[in-house]
């Protein structure tokens, strides 16, 4: 007599600001989970629309309005009413917000209970220029409070700096923003007697992350590439420091913007990439920065794509193997020029990046380590 199929092991992916479809949660979490054929896959995030579910894979709105604290306050019952509907096995937080509800629900639904650490959220505090002391203290103590608890099973660390910034999340597993797809066979790049450039910056579009400076960099080598363009699209989450780069582009129309105050999909700022010469990763010097692996790093290694990046050594050490770009100090308009041009007598890419750049090199270890939380 023919056995019923065995069913799936119910998973939810939770988070509260994330969209739906996040490139981390859905595009490498998600889908490297569901290659094992082993979970019934289930997400809630952010969704402005109602989400249509795919083969496989149920969607959940956590909430529609970016930036509205009545939605954010609702999206705890939308995620408890999601929680009470699939009844997880393991349940995977991308949210330090939603830790509390897990927490207290775990033994009574009696899931597993992951934490993906996509940020070390406190010390990302100091990057907001509009949050005062007090403010900053008050949401330090908010996090605190959601992170320490002595139920969650497994972390997800997104960064190996974590490891000694916040030693306390044991057990864990470091798991890198790699690219998921593959290394594009390349031919080395060179800009001889190029006179006109694409220049992008893609991502979240704040201060801290040296997009100003980067503009103003801009502006000092355009007179001598004067066709050359610079686009910059992403989520912008200040409103202040958007129309400020608003108003520089509407006095130079060669900078091109494409802000949201809700992130943008993966997609397009791929799709961005990929038309550029050069993508810049213009970062200032900071304790909650400077020991990061950015996303793009590994996006751009992957593509081909030559980056101007902040002279920080680990980044540096990690595009030296393949020529994958340049370091440039994007805080010293006086050298711009001279660096530039530096950059443009440099062969990129003359060889491939290595395999290592990839999500599918953790893969296994993510499988592997799910399939023992249960037994």
């Not at 509260?16 to 997400?43: Q, W």
């Not at 629309?49 to 009545?70: C, D, L």
């Not at 019952?77 to 509907?85: G, I, N, S, T, W």
């Not at 450039?197 to 979240?204: A, P």
Request: proline fraction near 9%; charged fraction near 20%.
């Amino acid at each position: 007599m023919t056995q019923p199929p065995a069913r799936k092991i119910p998973l939810l992916i939770a988070s509260t600001l994330k969209p739906i479809r996040d490139v981390r949660a859905f595009g490498k979490l998600a889908r490297s989970l569901g290659e094992t054929n082993t979970y019934e896959l289930n997400i809630i995030g952010f969704s402005p629309k109602k989400p249509e579910s795919e083969p496989g894979i149920r969607f959940f709105s956590s909430m529609g309005h970016f930036g509205s604290r009545p939605d954010r306050l609702l999206s705890q019952l939308r995620f408890l009413k999601c929680l009470l509907q699939v009844r997880p096995k393991i349940l995977l937080c991308c949210s330090y917000e939603l830790l509390p509800l897990a927490s207290f629900w775990k033994p009574i639904l009696g899931y597993k209970l992951v934490y993906d650490v996509q940020e070390n959220y406190r010390a990302n505090l100091d990057l907001n220029p509009t949050l005062s002391s007090a403010a900053k203290s008050r949401a330090a103590k908010l996090i605190q409070s959601a992170e320490d608890t002595d139920r969650i099973d497994l972390y997800l660390l997104a960064e190996k700096c974590y490891l000694n910034e916040m030693p306390e999340k044991t057990p864990c597993l470091v798991l890198e923003n790699k690219f998921r797809g593959e290394v594009q066979p390349t031919q080395p790049i060179q800009f001889l007697d190029k006179r006109s450039f694409r220049f992008c910056i893609t991502g979240t579009i704040t201060p801290a992350f040296g997009i100003w400076e980067a503009v103003t960099w801009f502006e000092t080598i355009l007179p001598v590439y004067p066709v050359s363009t610079l686009e910059i699209i992403g989520h912008c989450p200040l409103d202040d420091f958007g129309a400020k780069l608003a108003q520089a582009s509407r006095q130079n129309p060669q900078i091109k913007l494409r802000l949201d105050s809700a992130p943008i999909a993966h997609e397009a700022l791929i799709h961005t990439l990929k038309k550029a010469d050069f993508a810049l990763l213009p970062y200032q010097s900071h304790p909650a920065i400077d020991g990061k692996m950015p996303t793009k790093l590994f996006e751009c290694a992957a593509l081909g794509i030559p980056v101007l990046v902040s002279p920080s050594p680990p980044w540096v050490d990690f595009l030296k193997p393949f020529a994958g770009g340049h370091s440039v100090d994007f805080s010293t308009p006086s050298t711009a020029l001279s660096q530039f041009e530096a950059a443009l007598g440099k062969t990129f890419f003359t060889s491939p990046a290595p395999q290592s750049v990839l999500w599918k090199t953790q893969s296994a270890q993510l499988q592997q380590t799910f399939a023992k939380l249960l037994f």
